[in-house]
Structure formats: C-alpha cells, structure tokens
Nanobody, 116 residues
Framework: EVQLVESGGGLVQPGGSLRLSCAVS????????MSWVRQAPGKGLEWVSR????????YYAESMKGRFTISRDNAKNTLYLQMNSLKPEDTAVYTC?????????WGQGTQVTVYS
C-alpha cells in the first residue's frame, strides 16, 4: 500500500521558517519525481514544488522561488520542504504527492499557519 505521511507543520510568525517532511512507503521512492502541493482555506489545490527522482532538478511556483527549497533523501525514503521567509498567504495544508503509473497519490497533509 502506498503511504505518504507529512509532518513538521505548525504555527509560525511572518518571516519565520519551517521544515516539512514526508515519509513514504509502499513504492520504490527513488524511481519517481515528487511534488508538494498546498490548499489554503477556501482555495483550490495549488502546486508548490517538484523534484526529480535523483534530486538533480527542482521546480517551484513563482511565489515560492527564493524562499522554499525542496529536497529528498532517497536512502531514508523522505521528501523535504524547507520554507523560509514565510508570509500569511502561505497558510495552508501542505501535502506531498507522487504520480505512479497513471494515478496520483497523496498524504493527509500538515497544517502550516503563518500568523503574528
């Protein structure tokens, strides 16, 4: 069974930082690119970042460039998202995801709240 479990969310003040983790199991993690997506209250799902299977290539939504860093540790089957210079508009549930064959998989998400 494919499982993705996010952690590391919490309450942080504007300008602060958080590091999110996603522990994966049930598939060959190092064979697949991985993504982070988020959903703010009352908003649709928004793509945040993507990383190649070997970590060599990364991609970010424009509003996240220069502030967020996606990385992975294939030996630990773990995906990360380092979030710096956080803004109130970053408040959302953050979820890691993978596309395996023709299907998307995602976890329950972790809540990030940016509030002073």
């Amino acid at each position: 069974e494919v499982q993705l479990v996010e952690s590391g969310g919490g309450l942080v003040q504007p300008g602060g930082s958080l590091r999110l983790s996603c522990a994966v199991s049930g598939f060959s993690f190092d064979w697949y690119a991985m993504s982070w997506v988020r959903q703010a209250p009352g908003k649709g799902l928004e793509w945040v970042s993507r990383i190649a299977r070997n970590g060599g290539s990364t991609y970010y939504a424009e509003s996240m460039k220069g502030r967020f860093t996606i990385s992975r540790d294939n030996a630990k089957n773990t995906l990360y998202l380092q979030m710096n210079s956080l803004k109130p508009e970053d408040t959302a549930v953050y979820t890691c995801s993978a596309r395996i064959l023709r299907r998307h998989y995602w976890g329950q998400g972790t809540q990030v709240t940016v509030y002073s």
